[in-house]
């Protein structure tokens, strides 16, 4: 993992806090998270930033934590995280805050193992005009037993997917969200089905679109994957094929009275 000073450059543990590192295997924020400013700490992870272990943020006691620092530049900026990824307690979280960027650059976290949400909030994109796209990429299994997920930005385009959260596994992912959905208010979040292993819901899911590149995603009458944004437009549900659909019930909310097809 990059030494202290590189992650903690904007931002102070209180003094019931700690970053835990055990050896090379993992990295952990525990405990409360005292911002350098009122409202706001940076977590500055930085480009090609790779967290050899597990990735536990537990509490950041109300305060918004932003993680990934996203300057000027043409290449995406990626933070893999090689084991799990967790989010609790009263933590706030934003995967990216990119208000410093003036060029479209694109921002990806890539979690190699579970992602795991039991409280808090989680954004993919805070800034409201961003010039590139915010991916939370999830290898394992996808589990939210409290709290909200969503992406608090309110930008939207009718050309690309701003906020997507990526599914690319190898083995069959579980998707469980206690919240019932991953969207936004405009709609905008996109799921990207990106694994020949596919994936399966166990609760029903709400989201603005959905992508797919490579596998199904598995649904029932009980876990029913909803489609929220009502946009006639083709790449509002991306990429349909015969490697990649939803198997089984799926709903999409439209602006027509008539039957949809």
Known sequence: PPPASSTRR?????????????????IAVEGHIASASPATANMQLSNLTVIKGNFRILNTNNKKLN????????????????????????????????????TPRAVVLDVDGNFTQGGGSFS???????????????????????????????????????????????????????????????????????????ATLTAPLAVGRMDFVNGNITTTNTNLLTINNTSSLPFVINGVSDNSYVNGPVRR???????YA
Request: glycine share 8%; hydrophobic share 35%.
């Open 10 to 26: 904007s931002w102070e543990a209180s003094p019931c806090s700690r970053r835990r590192s055990s050896g090379a295997r993992a």
């Open 124 to 198: 993919l994109q805070e800034f409201n005009s961003p010039l590139g796209t915010a991916t939370l990429s999830i290898g394992g299994h996808c589990t939210q037993t409290a709290g909200t997920f969503t992406a608090t930005s309110t930008a939207t385009s009718a050309v690309e997917n701003l906020f997507v959260v990526e599914l690319n596994g190898t083995s069959n992912q579980n998707v469980s969200i206690s919240s019932g959905t991953i969207d936004n208010a405009a709609n905008q979040v996109a799921l990207r089905i990106n694994n020949p292993a596919g």
């Open 67 to 102: 993680l990934i620092h996203v300057p000027n530049g043409a290449n995406p900026v990626v933070v893999n995280v090689q084991g799990n990824m967790e989010i609790s307690g009263n933590s706030i979280v934003s995967l990216a805050n990119t208000f410093n960027t003036t």
């Open 253 to 259: 909310r439209t602006n027509e009275a008539a039957h």
